[in-house]
Every structure is written in C-alpha cells, then in structure tokens.
Nanobody, 123 residues
C-alpha cells in the first residue's frame, strides 16, 4: 500500500509564503509524476502543479504560474510546493497525488492521493 503524507499547511498573511511537502512512503513505489491539487469549499478540485520524476518537467496552472514552484527530491521520495506571494484565493485544501501515466495534466489518471493539508491565506 502506498501512502502520501502532506505537511506544511497552515495560516499565513496575504503576500506571505508557505512551503508544502509530500512524502511518498514505500521504496518499491514507482510513479511517473507527482502533482499538487487544491479544493476550496464549494468548488471543484483544480490542478495546481505537476512534476515528472525522471526529467523534472513541470507544468503549472495559470493562476499560480510565477508564484508557485514545484520541486522534487528523488533520493528522499519527496515533492515540495513553494508558494510565494500568497493570495486569499489560494485558500484551499491542498492534495498531493501520484500518477503512473504520462498524461500528467489529467487528474483522473492520478491513482494515489494524500489526505490533504489546509492552507489558509488571510487578508
């Protein structure tokens, strides 16, 4: 069984920064890419960012491009999301997920999901 554990969520003032981390347990686990998604109350879950393990190719949602940076540490099986210049509209539960599919922008291809971590940005 694969387990994804997010950490680093919390409360932050608008304009501030927060760094989320996702640890993938189980060294036998293999995936093509990791992604971050978020869901605000009353809204659909949306794509935030993704990164492939092998090449490190990254993709971002337009709403976070230039502010968020996704990175990975292959040796530690961790993926991080550095969030800068946070806005109140960034408030959501952030989920880490893993996919074995090369279509890394398709959230329905992500097979494993973390429990989520709350990010609240106050004005």
């Amino acid at each position: 069984q694969v387990q994804l554990v997010e950490s680093g969520g919390g409360l932050v003032q608008a304009g501030g920064s927060l760094r989320l981390s996702c640890v993938v347990s189980g060294r036998t686990f293999s995936s093509y890419a990791m992604g971050w998604f978020r869901q605000a109350p009353g809204k659909e879950r949306e794509f935030v960012a993704t990164i492939s393990w092998s090449s490190g190719n990254t993709y971002y949602a337009d709403s976070v491009k230039g502010r968020f940076t996704i990175s990975r540490d292959n040796a530690k099986n961790t993926v991080a999301l550095q969030m800068n210049s946070l806005k109140p509209e960034d408030t959501a539960v952030y989920y880490c997920a893993a996919t074995r599919d090369i279509s890394m922008l398709n959230q329905y291809k992500y097979s494993y999901w973390g429990q989520g971590t709350q990010v609240t940005v106050s004005s």
